[in-house]
């Protein structure tokens, strides 16, 4: 049964703090952070606030939780879960011509102040002026959350819909996106999802591999920490606390089959493949000690009315059975 409801009676889970929501299919069960301009578990403005994943669990292995030790709302990464940044020229949508005290959007914030400064900072929370009109409407196995949002200064406006499913007798999550400009501006903007996967909290080392569908190329070096050979990376040594490796992936086709990863940790004897249905734009990959991060970017242009649709596809699996 279809139900929408009220934030407080959404927050139903681990959380008497930050409002948050379970949904399960009797293999997997999940739980997820719910947007929140107050009390939220994530208030800065980097990423969207709807689809943080705090928990899913399968077969006795996590794989998303926290990955840092913070307890700030506004830290620009403290967050969990597959998550979303969108970027316009690396920058929210319209701060290029907003002049300071003016507004801009963060697609899946809303409305944010631009102050007085040089560029737009990544890292920064900009102040939120209006969150947008939040719905959230819930079923058993899936949660879906809708976002509208307006700013008249600059002619920009979006409506942005995100629905977590998890198929019945599949350990699989699905997350469908939709994303339609309800401006008088075309939108043009990239999105990426950071993932933040911390399979059973394990050490980012050889233990772990990823799997991709060509054979990467790196533009940097890797410090000594990572190898790739054919189409897998490797790492060489553990990385220790305060160590991370970051390099943009090259390689990949126009297909969208080479949208895809796989990350297995042998010494747990688990693994998730992720498969999206839009050709890749860019790859990022990083990973410091506590967390695993393939970044695939897809772009996105949208005149005024009309709409755009790209759903990510995870498997979750022990290692024999990926054989």
């Not at 997820?32 to 990423?47: A, E, I, M, S």
């Not at 705090?54 to 830290?75: I, K, N």
């Not at 002026?129 to 819930?138: F, L, V, Y």
């Amino acid at each position: 049964m279809t139900r929408t409801l009220p934030l407080f009676l959404l927050a139903v889970a681990a959380s008497a703090q930050h409002p948050s929501a379970e949904f399960h299919n009797g293999l997997i069960q999940a739980n997820v952070w719910l947007p929140d301009p107050q009390n939220g578990y994530y208030r800065g403005t980097r990423f969207d606030w709807s689809g943080a994943i705090s928990s899913l669990r399968f077969a006795g292995h996590e794989y998303f939780g926290e990955w840092q030790q913070s307890d700030d709302p506004y830290l620009h990464d403290r967050i969990t879960g597959p998550v979303e940044e969108y970027r316009t020229h690396e920058k929210g949508l319209g701060y290029d011509e907003a002049k300071p005290g003016g507004t801009f959007l963060r697609i899946g914030v809303g409305v944010v102040e631009k102050p007085e400064e040089d560029d737009y900072r990544w890292t920064f929370s900009y102040p939120v002026k209006d969150p947008g009109k939040w719905t959230i409407r819930k079923g058993e196995n899936w949660i879906e959350f809708e976002q509208e949002a307006l700013d008249p200064s600059s002619g920009y406006g979006y409506r942005l819909r995100k629905r977590l499913t998890l198929p019945p007798g599949k350990a699989q999550l699905i997350i469908d996106h939709t994303l339609e400009n309800i401006g008088s501006k075309r939108i043009e903007t990239n999105v990426y999802n950071h993932n933040f996967f911390v399979l059973d909290n394990q050490p980012t080392g050889p233990d772990f591999s990823v799997r991709f569908a060509f054979p990467p190329k790196a533009d940097r070096d890797w410090k000594g920490y990572v190898e790739i050979e054919g189409d897998t990376l490797r790492y060489t040594k553990e990385l220790p606390q305060g160590q991370s490796v970051i390099a943009l992936l090259d390689g990949f086709s126009g297909e969208p089959d080479d949208h895809s990863f796989a990350i297995e940790n042998r010494a747990v004897g688990a693994g998730v493949r992720m498969q999206a249905d839009k050709p890749l734009s860019k790859l990022q990959f990083w990973s410091p000690r506590t967390t695993l991060c393939p970044e695939p970017f897809i772009e996105l242009a949208l005149a005024p009315g009309e709409s755009d649709r790209w759903t990510l596809y995870y498997e979750f699996y022990e290692l024999g059975d990926s054989l």
